[in-house]
């Protein structure tokens, strides 16, 4: 109980938890819908997304575990910040590690979906496109070429793997076996 009532009181983990001991602190606060445990389906890496007290408004993401070497159990890879829209959010996470500290901060665009159950990150592009079609004869105005690779368009970001939509440990994504 003592460990439960630390939790509470500290506004981050002076000491990083197992994620068990997470997962019963996300049961026993009040979480806004942003905060949990999140997973990055690319690489499986999870990470806590938890309110930072230091920053009103603003979350922290600190790993809980990941299969890339670079990065450490309690390592806070970046920061959340609220917009207008409940639902959006400006995500800025550090790209690069020098000597244990992190650099190099991307912004990007969060998105929460409407359950709660992913959260869709765009990041910034840069687009260059040359209208060659000047240059050639008549003809060759006519055919035009385009490549187009739906994985592209696929969009990136986390899914939302604790607490589930009913609290209970279970994700929309998967059967719960009874």
């Not at 938890?50 to 790993?63: A, C, K, L």
């Not at 959010?89 to 690069?96: G, K, N, P, V, Y």
């Not at 912004?107 to 260059?128: H, I, M, Q």
Request: net charge neutral; with cysteine; aromatic share 12%.
């Amino acid at each position: 109980m003592s460990v439960l009532i630390f939790f509470i009181s500290v506004p981050t983990f002076a000491f990083f938890p197992s994620e068990s001991d997470i997962r019963d602190w996300c049961d026993s606060s009040i979480l806004d819908p942003i905060e949990g445990i999140w997973e990055y389906p690319e690489d499986g890496a999870r990470v806590l997304i938890q309110s930072d007290h230091t920053h009103p408004g603003s979350y922290t993401i600190t790993v809980i575990s990941t299969p890339d070497c670079r990065l450490e159990y309690g390592d806070v890879i970046g920061r959340i910040h609220p917009t207008v829209d409940s639902k959006q959010f400006r995500l800025e996470q550090w790209t690069h590690k020098d000597k244990f500290i992190f650099s190099k901060a991307e912004n990007c665009a969060a998105t929460l979906s409407s359950d709660g159950e992913s959260l869709r990150v765009k990041s910034p592009k840069l687009k260059f496109k040359v209208n060659i079609n000047t240059l050639l004869p008549r003809f060759w105005r006519i055919v035009r070429v385009s490549y187009d690779d739906p994985t592209e368009k696929l969009p990136a970001g986390l899914l939302k793997v604790y607490p589930g939509y009913d609290h209970n440990g279970s994700l929309r994504r998967k059967p719960r076996i009874l």
